[in-house]
């Protein structure tokens, strides 16, 4: 049986032992159990055997009651023995998926940003959810189901030699007739089932992607064309599947012909035996008995096979997933500690980043800056500058291709990313609210927050005022990425979730673009208490802001191309003195 496995797949069963290390003592006794029901099961033949010969042929009432008395005693013992493999090997399978869901939960959670920009997140959630569950029905079910009747089939066979060898000899000429095709079609099924569940992935991701935008997709008018995509995706994965259950369809045949003409040529034998006397009628029975088993066993081998075999692939998909390694870590060796307290101070030295997936184009370019603590600092530059890029480069999303950055005089791959991160508190372009209460979005990035401090942060983005008028006020429950919030209200919890962290340096990537003008107005007033004492990158794109600033970038084409006041830049910047007319006296104008 062994050969039937690959290289690959069992690297799959290493994963499926390591993971079933920690409860090798409960397998162990599945496996006893296991042991002794097959080894009742077996001796049921036995019992059968006296049961005719000694009970019915001799018509003793006494040995009736014997034998019978036997019987029950084994019935009793089998089913003590088969509750406990039931539950010890459903309690394994299930216990394992729960561990192995967990790990590789933790595992994805900590790659690097750019991991999810080659591997659609929700072909790696569908992964999560259907591949641990077929393992967990292979190693709840099916592996003892395989092991069970393995024991059958060879305890069986070493029975029918014992019982009769002459008629074992027809079922050993039967074997490799049924062992042959069943290889065989066991690798068609195995390589269509491994298709077969990559299309159902695409399904699952196909519809998680439209739902989640359905009122683009419904603006758009696009369902009819949505329909006819997610049709041809449904045929994909059915026609893949038909395949494969018709690839298994003939293999069932196939055992169940060969096993059962097998078995009808034995009883024909055998029976010209008993009536030429040569054996017992208990005998025969016995011997019908244990082809039966053997017989039936063989066939759910066949079927149980495929269903390994398909659980190998998931677990090599998920072993696949496991062995993804984050490119973004904390050094090997010569580890940096931040200091306790960290002043905020911050450099770029010649930084050049391209993103992986456009590696022809430097989104930040030779950029070198230096950000003094404490300082307010704005970015400006036109949409697609590398304004948000220079963010992720500092948080370390991304490691750039040449050059460095350095906090507190500390180059930022010598660090841990959690040490550095905590150093930030960010409200991103796109604020993310997450499932659960507001007070929880707030709370997102210090758990150990008061609910004053919470408040007290509320009151500064000015949410406050719209969270009393949610239905249960801080407690309110939000939807799947804050839904039934507006976008400006979304940013307000954003600001103030940025603001309970208290962190050294302060990352606002147009903040206040959703914002109307008077909750803009008063986020502004409160900025420079905000900013105290603290070091701020704003991308701004109104003036208030950049007029709150100690010093204006102007960025463009990811290169730094000015810094200064916006008195000076206004004079000496013609990029810049574009961009602050063009956006900001506009508005200056209209507020
Ligand atoms: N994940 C990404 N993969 C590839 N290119 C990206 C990615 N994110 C941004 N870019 C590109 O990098 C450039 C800079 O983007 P970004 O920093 O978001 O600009 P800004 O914030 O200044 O508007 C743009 O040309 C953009 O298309
Ligand atoms: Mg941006």
């Avoid at 029918?160 to 290889?183: G, H």
């Avoid at 013609?574 to 006296?585: E, G």
Wanted: proline letters at 3%; aromatic letters at 8%.
């Amino acid at each position: 049986m062994v050969a039937v496995f690959s290289g690959r797949q069992r690297q799959a069963i290493r994963l499926a032992a390591q993971f079933l290390a920690p409860y090798r003592w409960r397998a162990f006794g599945a496996l006893v159990a296991l042991i002794v029901t097959a080894g009742i099961t077996l001796y049921m033949g036995q019992g059968i055997r006296l049961m005719v010969d000694h009970g019915f042929m001799t018509r003793s009432p006494q040995m009736l009651n014997e034998s019978i008395g036997l019987f029950m005693l084994l019935v009793v013992a089998l089913a003590i023995g088969t509750f406990s493999r039931f539950y010890l090997v459903s309690w394994i399978g299930e216990r394992v998926v729960a561990d192995l869901r967990k790990k590789v939960f933790d595992h994805l959670i900590d790659l690097h940003p750019g991991f999810y920009e080659n591997n659609r997140s929700s072909e790696i959630q569908s992964r999560l959810t259907a591949d641990t569950t077929l393992l967990q029905s292979v190693i709840g079910s099916s592996l003892s189901m395989f092991l069970r009747n393995v024991l059958m089939v060879i305890g069986g066979i070493i029975l029918l030699f014992i019982t009769n060898p002459k008629l074992t000899s027809i079922v050993v000429v039967a074997l490799p007739l049924v062992v042959a095709p069943i290889l065989i079609f066991g690798r068609r099924v195995r390589s269509l089932s491994r298709q077969s569940q990559d299309r159902v992935a695409d399904v699952g991701s196909y519809v998680a992607e439209a739902l989640g935008q359905i009122k683009t997709v419904q603006a758009y008018n696009h369902q009819q064309q949505d329909k006819q995509r997610f049709a041809v995706t449904a045929e994909e994965a059915f026609e893949t599947a038909r395949k494969r259950i018709l690839q298994r369809s003939w293999l069932i045949t196939l055992v169940i012909v060969l096993v059962l003409g097998a078995v009808a040529v034995m009883l024909w034998v055998g029976g010209m035996d008993v009536i030429e006397g040569t054996i017992s009628s208990g005998e025969l029975a016995a011997f019908v008995f244990y082809s039966l088993l053997v017989g039936s066993s063989f066939g759910t081998l066949s079927e149980v096979l495929g269903e390994l075999q398909r659980a190998a692939g998931a677990a090599e998909r998920i072993g696949e997933l496991l062995q993804a390694r984050s490119e973004i870590h904390a050094p090997v060796s010569d580890l940096l500690n931040l200091p306790q307290r960290v002043s905020g101070n911050l450099e770029l030295q010649g930084v050049s980043f391209a993103y992986p997936s456009r590696p022809e184009r430097n989104a930040v370019d030779a950029l070198s800056l230096i950000i003094n603590a404490g300082e307010t600092l704005a970015l400006v530059g036109p949409s697609g500058a590398g304004k948000s890029t220079l963010f992720d480069l500092l948080l370390r999303f991304y490691d750039p291709q040449q050059g460095q950055v350095l906090i507190e005089g500390m180059p930022i791959q010598r660090l841990d990313p959690l040490d550095l991160r905590r150093c930030f508190a960010l409200v991103s372009q796109s604020p993310a609210l997450f499932f659960g209460s507001v007070e929880d979005n707030i709370r997102y990035g210090n758990p150990a927050a008061t609910f004053e401090q919470v408040e007290a942060a509320a009151r500064i983005a000015h949410a406050h005022e719209f969270i009393m008028e949610l239905a249960d006020g801080y407690k309110t429950h939000l939807g799947d990425g804050g839904l039934g919030l507006s976008g400006g209200q979304r940013q307000r919890l954003a600001i103030a979730r940025a603001l309970v962290v208290d962190a050294p340096i302060l990352l606002l990537d147009e903040a206040t673009s959703a914002l109307d003008a008077q909750s803009e107005y008063l986020i502004q007033e409160a900025l420079p208490s905000l900013m105290q004492g603290r070091t701020t990158l704003v991308i701004a794109h109104r003036l208030a802001t950049v007029q709150n600033a100690d010093r204006i970038a102007v960025i463009d084409q990811g290169r730094l191309v000015a810094v200064g006041t916006h008195q000076q830049l206004i004079a000496s910047n013609p990029l810049y003195a574009r961009l602050a007319a063009l956006q900001f006296n506009a508005r200056d104008g209209a507020s």
